[in-house]
C-alpha cells in the first residue's frame, strides 16, 4: 500500500500548473494539517497492508513550516520506508529540510524545473538560479537521495538550453530526476499556448541515458522513486488530503478537492469502481509508459503483444513485454486495445 | 373540377434564385396554409435539403383561387433542384401545361436553367419568364432580359416582374399564370391514364405515389395497373397535395393531381414516369417518356466496423423503400472487407445517401471514390461492364474501353473563361460551342468523359470563377478512350478500394500525385508504412511515411489514473473512424484521396 499526502498551499500561482493548490488560503493551515490527520488515521484503521512508500505533494509542502507535519509522522513507520517530500527551492531552507529529515523524510523532490532565468519567469516560478542551487546544496547536506523536477517543450525551450540545464543536473551529482513535458491545461494561463513543434524527449532521454540516468518511465531518470514506480505497477494507494485519490481493490477514492469542504469533511469520498477492461486498459498504458512492462491474458492482445515483439518495438522476457520506446506507450496501447 | 379550371404550372429557378420563397409566396396568396403553419421554405421537407438549399424530392400543392369570380385550381409542381436528378425533373415537367421561369433579376441566367427550360420546352409548355428580386438595388431587369433571350431564344417582352421576398407582383404572376397556361386536356377520351411523377415512404400509409391524372378518373377503390412493372394494386385512398395538410378525396379526373395510397411497403414499385391506369380496362399504350433508373456512377460503401455490415444492408433497404433510384450488390474488398457496390445518379445523390447512412443509421463508412461504367470489348469477341476499377481485366485481354461522355455546359462570366478552358482542356474536353450571351456571360458547351466531371469537377469549378460559373451536364454517349488501371499498394499489399481507371498518358503524373496526397492524409504510424503507385507490375511511384516518433502524455498526475484512462479512450474513439487495412490504419479520407488530385 502506497500513501500520497496532498499539502495544496503554495506561495504562488505556476502559469502552468492545473493541481489543487491555493494561494492565499494558509489561514487554513491547521484545519487543514488537523483534517488530513483525521482522514489519515481513519484510512490507516481500515487497511491491512503496510504501508511501502510514503509521497507528500502538492501544492507546496515546503510553504508549510516543519512542525505541521508532526502529527501526521506520528501515525507512520520512522524508519525502513522511503518518504519523498515535494519542495520549492523558494521555501525549502536547510531549517525545513533538516527537521522534515528529522522526522523521517529521506528523499526530496526539489520543483526547480529550469536554471535558465528566461524560462523560470516565463513559468512564474517563484524562485531564480542561485536559489535553486542553495535548496540543492542545503538538501544534500541532509539527504542523500534528492531529485529535481525540469519542465521542457515550453515556447522558450532551446536544444542549447535544454542541454545547459541537463548538464547542470549532472554537475551536481544527485540520483534522479523527473523531466516533464509542458501540457497546457485548460483553465490555466497556457490554456492557449501554442507549443513547439516536435519534442525535445528524444534528446533529452538519450543525453541522460548516456550518463548513467536510465529511464524507467516516460519522465523518469535515475534511481527509481519506488512510490512512482509502484503506480505504474498497480498498487494500491491510499490517497490523504483535499483532491488527493485513493485507489483500493478496483475502486478510486475521489476527497473533496474542494479546500474548505474538504476540511469540512475529511472522510468523504467519491467512489468510481472499475471494470475488468478499466483496469486491463490502465495496467497496459501504465506498463507500457514505465519499465514495469505488460502481460496480458487476453489471446488477441498476446497475439498483438508477439507482433511487436517481432517488429522489434517490445522486448519479450519471461512472458512480460517491455516498451522499448517509453514515447510510444499510448500508440502502443492503443494498438493493443483496438 | 372542370379541367378548363384547372392549371399545372413547375417553376424552372437556379438555386438561390429564390425558387422556394416565391413558392411559399404563391401558396400564402392562395391561402393555403394559416400563418402559423407558415415556416420558411415549406417546400423542402427534408432536413439535408433545407441545409444544402436544394430540392431533392418533387413536392407539390393544390391551391385554390378566384379570380373574376370564377373558382380556380391551380397545381404547384415542383422539381427537383439538382441536375443528378434531371430524369425526375423531366417527369415532373411533363405533369404539367406550363412553367414559370425564374431569373435573378441581378443575376442573370444560370446553365441548370437553361438546360430546365428545354426540357420544358421539348414538352411542349408555356413558359412565363419571371424576373425575381427586381427591387435589389442590384437588379437589372433589361440586361436579364436580354441575356433569357440571347440564351434561350424566348420572347421576354411580356415578362413579370416580382419580388418574393416583399411579396411584389405575386398576384399579377398568379392572373398571369391562369391567363397564359393552357388548362389540362384529355387526349384519350375513354381510357384512364395517370403518370407517377414522384413516390415516397411514409411511415402511416406506406409507399405513395404522386400522379397526375392525363385522361379518365381514378376513384378511390378502383383496381389499377402500373404499366411498365405490369402490377396490380387496389386505390385505397386519394389525397390533393398539400405541403401541412393533404386533404382526402374519393376521385382525382384529368388534370388534376393527387396522391395515390396503395399500402405499398416500397417505392420500388412505383417508378417515376410509370404510368396508372385500370387493371380491368387498360390503356392501349403508356404514356410517353418513362425509363428505367440507370445509375451513372458507383461506388463501394463498406462500414469501417467490419461486424456492421448487416447493419448497413438494413439501412440501405429502408433508403430503397424511399429512393426508387438507389441500386447496390454486396462485393467483397481484399482491403475492406464485406460492404455494397452502390450505383447513383450523380455525385449529390452519393453524398446524400452516404450523409443519410451516417446520421440517420450511426453507421461510419468507407465510401471509395466514386468511378462511371466502363464498357469493355474483350480480346475474345466478349464484353462486359465494369463499375469497379480493380474489376478491370488484365490489359492483355483487352481489345477496347470505351466510357461516357457528357455535354457539359457552363455559364460564366468573360474573366473566367480562360481558367475554365484550361481546366476542360486537363480533362480531355471537346469545345463544342463558345458562345456570348452578351459582352459579359459566355456560354461554354463541351463533351468531356463523364469520369473527369464526377469526382470534384463542380468544386474546382466553383473555387476557380469564385462561384460564379454555373455548370450542367447530361449524359451523350460511350467514346473509346485510352485508359490504363493504376493501382496502389499500401505496405507492400494491393489495396483494390484504391485502384483507379486513368488515361494512360496521365498514368504516370496521377500515380505520383496520388502517391505524395496518400502520403499527406495518412497519419504516421507505428511503422514505416511505404505507399506505391503501380500500373500491372511495375512501380512507377513510391514513398515512405516514416513511422510516429510520439504519442504519449508525459506527464501522469500521481494517482488520477482515471484521467489518463478516459483520454486514451477518447483517442482510441478517434482511430474507430480510421479502417485497418493489414497493419495499417487509413483515415476516411485516404479512400478518396484520388478526388483531391488535379
Known amino acids: 500500500m502506497l500513501l500520497y499526502l496532498h499539502v495544496p498551499y503554495c506561495d504562488s500561482k505556476c502559469h502552468y500548473c492545473a493541481f489543487n493548490s491555493y494561494t492565499g488560503m494558509f489561514h487554513t493551515k491547521d484545519a487543514y494539517f488537523e483534517a488530513l490527520y483525521k482522514q489519515l488515521r481513519h484510512l490507516l484503521g481500515q487497511t491491512d497492508e503496510p504501508i511501502e512508500t510514503v509521497f507528500i505533494g502538492g501544492g ?54 529550469s536554471f535558465d532565468e528566461d524560462k523560470l519567469r516565463f513559468l512564474n516560478r517563484a524562485h531564480d538560479q542561485n536559489m535553486a542551487l542553495e535548496a540543492i546544496e542545503a538538501a544534500k547536506q541532509y539527504l542523500e537521495r534528492v531529485s529535481l523536477d525540469l519542465i521542457y517543450n515550453t515556447p522558450v525551450d532551446s536544444k542549447k538550453l535544454l542541454q545547459k540545464d541537463l548538464d547542470t543536473f549532472l554537475s551536481l551529482g544527485l540520483e534522479h530526476i523527473s523531466c516533464y513535458e509542458l501540457t497546457p491545461e485548460a483553465g490555466t494561463r497556457f490554456a492557449d499556448l501554442t507549443l513547439p513543434e516536435g519534442s525535445f524527449g528524444p534528446l533529452i532521454k538519450e543525453k541522460l541515458e548516456r550518463s548513467g540516468f536510465g529511464a524507467y518511465e516516460v519522465s523518469n531518470y535515475g534511481k527509481p522513486s519506488l512510490h512512482n514506480l509502484g503506480y505504474w505497477q498497480y498498487k494500491n494507494y491510499l490517497g490523504v488530503g483535499a483532491g488527493a485519490i485513493g485507489f483500493n481493490g478496483g475502486i478510486r477514492y475521489y476527497p473533496h478537492s474542494d479546500l474548505n469542504a474538504y476540511i469540512a469533511d475529511p472522510l468523504f469520498t467519491k467512489k468510481e469502481r472499475l471494470s475488468a477492461a478499466d483496469m486491463e486498459m490502465e495496467k497496459i498504458f501504465l506498463g507500457l509508459r514505465s519499465s514495469v512492462g505488460v502481460t496480458s491474458e487476453n489471446p488477441a492482445v498476446i497475439k498483438r503483444l508477439k507482433h511487436l515483439a517481432d517488429e522489434g518495438k517490445l522486448i519479450e522476457k519471461r512472458n512480460r513485454f517491455y516498451n522499448r520506446d517509453f514515447f510510444l506507450a499510448d500508440e502502443i496501447a492503443l494498438y493493443l486495445l483496438k | 373540377m372542370n379541367s378548363q379550371n384547372i392549371r399545372n404550372f413547375s417553376i424552372i429557378a437556379h438555386i438561390d434564385h429564390g425558387k422556394s420563397t416565391l413558392a411559399d409566396r404563391i401558396i400564402q396568396e392562395c391561402n393555403a396554409v394559416s400563418d402559423r403553419e407558415l415556416s420558411a421554405q415549406m417546400m423542402d421537407t427534408m432536413d439535408i435539403e433545407k441545409e444544402r438549399g436544394i430540392t431533392i424530392k418533387a413536392q407539390s400543392v393544390r391551391l385554390n383561387y ?40 441581378s443575376q442573370g441566367v444560370e446553365a441548370q436553367t437553361i438546360a430546365n427550360v428545354y426540357m420544358a420546352l421539348d414538352n411542349d409548355l408555356e413558359i412565363i419568364p419571371v424576373l425575381n ?10 440586361r436579364v432580359a436580354e441575356e433569357i433571350e440571347e440564351s434561350i431564344g424566348l420572347d421576354c417582352t411580356d415578362a413579370l416582374h416580382v419580388s418574393a421576398k416583399s411579396g411584389l407582383g405575386i398576384k399579377e404572376l398568379i392572373d398571369a399564370i391562369i391567363e397564359r397556361v393552357p388548362a389540362p386536356e384529355s387526349k384519350n377520351e375513354g381510357e384512364v391514364k395517370a403518370m407517377i411523377y414522384d413516390s415516397w415512404f411514409d411511415n402511416y400509409l406506406g409507399a405513395l405515389a404522386l400522379v397526375r391524372v392525363f385522361d379518365g378518373e381514378i376513384k378511390k377503390g378502383d383496381n389499377i395497373l402500373i404499366m411498365n412493372t405490369g402490377k396490380k394494386h387496389e386505390v385505397n385512398n386519394i389525397m390533393y397535395p398539400h405541403p401541412v395538410k393533404p386533404v382526402d378525396t374519393n376521385a382525382i379526373g384529368v388534370g388534376e393531381v393527387g396522391i395515390v395510397v396503395l399500402g405499398l411497403k416500397s417505392v420500388s414499385d412505383l417508378a417515376v414516369g410509370d404510368t396508372m391506369t385500370l387493371a380491368n380496362d387498360p390503356a392501349k399504350e403508356p404514356i410517353a417518356g418513362y425509363e428505367e433508373v440507370k445509375p451513372f456512377v458507383f461506388a463501394g460503401i463498406y462500414p469501417i466496423e467490419t461486424d456492421r455490415f448487416e447493419d448497413l444492408r438494413d439501412a440501405l433497404d429502408k433508403l430503397k423503400l424511399n429512393d426508387a433510384s438507389l441500386q447496390y450488390e454486396p462485393e467483397t474488398s481484399a482491403a475492406l472487407g464485406f460492404g455494397f457496390r452502390v450505383g447513383f445518379l450523380g455525385m449529390l445523390h452519393m453524398e446524400v445517401v452516404k450523409e443519410r447512412l451516417e446520421r440517420e443509421y450511426n453507421i461510419d463508412l468507407i465510401a ?25 481485366p488484365d490489359p492483355q485481354k483487352i481489345d477496347v474501353i470505351e466510357e461516357p461522355y457528357v455535354r457539359a455546359t457552363i455559364l460564366t462570366p468573360n474573366e473566367f473563361v480562360g481558367n475554365i478552358i484550361t481546366m476542360l482542356n486537363n480533362r480531355r474536353g471537346i469545345q463544342e460551342k ?14 468531356v468523359p463523364m469520369s473527369e466531371i464526377v469526382t470534384d469537377f463542380y468544386d474546382k469549378l466553383k473555387s476557380a470563377t469564385k462561384g460564379y460559373a454555373s455548370f450542367d451536364y447530361e449524359m451523350i454517349e460511350y467514346r473509346e478512350g485510352d485508359l490504363v488501371k493504376l493501382d496502389l499498394k499500401v505496405a507492400g499489399e494491393d489495396v483494390d478500394a484504391l485502384s483507379i481507371i486513368v488515361p494512360k498518358d496521365k498514368a504516370y503524373s496521377r500515380g505520383k500525385d496520388l502517391v505524395a496526397k496518400m502520403k499527406e492524409i495518412v497519419p504516421r504510424q507505428l511503422f514505416e508504412v511505404s505507399i506505391q503507385a503501380s500500373l500491372g507490375n511495375k512501380i512507377i511511384s513510391a514513398t515512405k511515411i516514416s513511422a510516429m516518433r510520439k504519442n504519449v502524455t508525459a506527464k501522469c498526475y500521481g494517482g488520477d489514473i482515471s484521467r489518463k484512462r478516459k483520454l486514451l479512450e477518447k483517442q482510441k474513439e478517434g482511430k474507430k473512424r480510421m479502417k485497418s487495412v493489414g497493419s495499417v490504419e487509413l483515415p476516411q479520407e485516404a479512400f478518396l484521396s484520388v478526388l483531391k488530385i488535379d
Not at chain 2, 430524369?87 to 406550363?98: I, K, M
Not at chain 2, 428580386?133 to 433589361?142: G, N, Q, S, T, V
Request: net charge negative; hydrophobic share 40%.
Open chain 1, 60 to 113: 507546496t509542502p515546503s510553504a508549510v513550516q516543519a512542525h505541521y507535519y508532526e502529527k501526521i509522522f506520528s501515525l507512520l513507520p520512522r524508519s525502513g520506508i522511503e518518504i519523498t517530500a515535494e519542495a520549492n527551492p523558494g521555501s525549502a531552507t536547510g531549517e525545513w529540510i533538516k527537521q522534515m529529515a528529522d522526522m523521517g523524510v529521506n528523499r526530496l523532490s526539489l520543483g526547480v524545473q
Open chain 2, 434 to 447: 463558345m458562345d456570348y450571351l452578351n459582352e459579359d456571360r459566355v456560354m461554354l458547351v463541351y463533351a
Open chain 2, 133 to 142: 428580386k427586381i427591387d435589389l438595388p442590384a437588379a437589372d431587369a433589361d
Open chain 2, 368 to 392: 471509395t471514390a466514386p468511378t462511371v461504367v466502363y464498357h469493355v470489348h474483350l480480346t475474345d469477341g466478349t464484353h462486359l461492364k465494369v463499375e469497379n476499377p480493380s474489376q478491370m
Open chain 2, 66 to 105: 378566384v379570380k373574376e369570380g370564377q373558382e380556380y385550381v391551380i397545381n404547384l409542381i415542383d422539381t427537383p433542384g439538382h441536375v443528378d436528378f434531371s430524369y425526375e425533373v423531366s417527369r415532373s415537367l411533363a405533369a404539367c401545361e406550363g412553367a414559370l421561369l425564374v431569373v435573378d433579376a
